[in-house]
């Protein structure tokens, strides 16, 4: 079993910026990929980063120059840099691990950025 547990949400202006923290408890050995998705009211949960252990690192398009993730595997944490927050980057923003077969989820944090 793996934990996730984020912080670091909340609510910006538009060309601000929020850093956001995940950090992994239990089973962490087995982590392979971990990563940030994200849920917009009425939409489908996204991927917006994810990095392997090896540090292979994928983006969505829409974030693509803005954020930039990281991860600590000494500490078993997980970033996400946001800069040049949007409008439309407002979510709730949701910690993603990936260990054998297995995914697990964090309970999601909001990011809130007005116009």
């Known amino acids: 079993q793996v934990q996730l547990v984020e912080s670091g949400g909340g609510l910006v202006q538009a060309g601000g910026s929020l850093r956001l923290s995940c950090a992994a408890s239990?089973?962490?050995?087995?982590?392979?990929?971990m990563g940030w998705y994200r849920q917009a009211p009425g939409k489908q949960r996204e991927l917006v980063a994810d990095?392997?252990?090896?540090?292979?690192?994928n983006y969505a398009d829409s974030v693509k120059g803005r954020f930039t993730i990281s991860r600590d595997n000494a500490k078993n944490t997980v970033y996400l840099q946001m800069n040049s927050l949007k409008p439309e980057d407002t979510a709730v923003y949701y910690c993603?691990?990936?260990?054998?077969?297995?995914?697990?989820w964090g309970q999601g944090t909001q990011v809130t950025v007005s116009s």
């Open positions: 990095i392997s252990s090896g540090g292979i690192i």
């Open positions: 993603n691990a990936v260990a054998l077969v297995y995914v697990y």
């Open positions: 239990g089973s962490t050995f087995r982590i392979n990929v």
